[in-house]
């Protein structure tokens, strides 16, 4: 299995988790900072293509099962073009299981996709004023 992040610095939660289970090849192309009110960063832009580069050579390492960790989540900011999340799905067809995370799949994604799903947060303790915890938010 290949668990691909996008949007992430590499110190989320799941990382410590990821490094202690032998058959899931974990990547992260490093930190950059959170994308602000104005905008994404040439930072931004590179993380994205370097991951969406990862991804695909998986595909050349017999790979069984590939997440790709919020890459929908670069469609918002206009990271990547859908073409190519499109085109990563084609390869993947019959192949390998793909996993894409994140919010606000397009239309022709969610088409293109076996299974679908939507998690809606109902309730979190950050609306009583809880801080976000390490391990479990980030």
Same mark, same amino acid.
């Given at each position: ?36 009110? $104005? ?6 832009? #590179? /993380? !994205? ?5 990862? =991804? ?38 019959? $192949? ?6 994140? #919010? /606000? !799949? ?5 088409? =293109? ?26």
């Amino acid at each position: 299995m290949a668990f691909v992040q996008f949007m992430k610095s590499g110190d989320s939660g799941e990382v410590k988790i990821f490094r202690q289970i032998p058959n899931i090849a974990y990547y992260c192309p490093g930190k950059h900072p959170f994308i602000l009110a $104005r905008g994404p960063e040439p930072v931004h832009y #590179r /993380h !994205a293509e370097l991951s969406l580069e990862h =991804a695909l050579g998986t595909l050349q390492d017999s790979v069984q099962i590939l997440v790709c960790d919020e890459i929908l989540n670069t469609l918002i900011f206009n990271l990547l073009p859908e073409e190519a999340i499109m085109d990563l799905i084609t390869r993947c067809r019959e $192949r390998v299981d793909l996993v894409l995370t994140g #919010r /606000h !799949a397009p239309p022709e994604i969610i088409d =293109a996709a076996d299974y679908a799903t939507e998690l809606i947060q109902v309730k979190h303790p950050y609306y009583k004023g809880v801080r976000a915890r390490r391990g479990i938010e980030y």
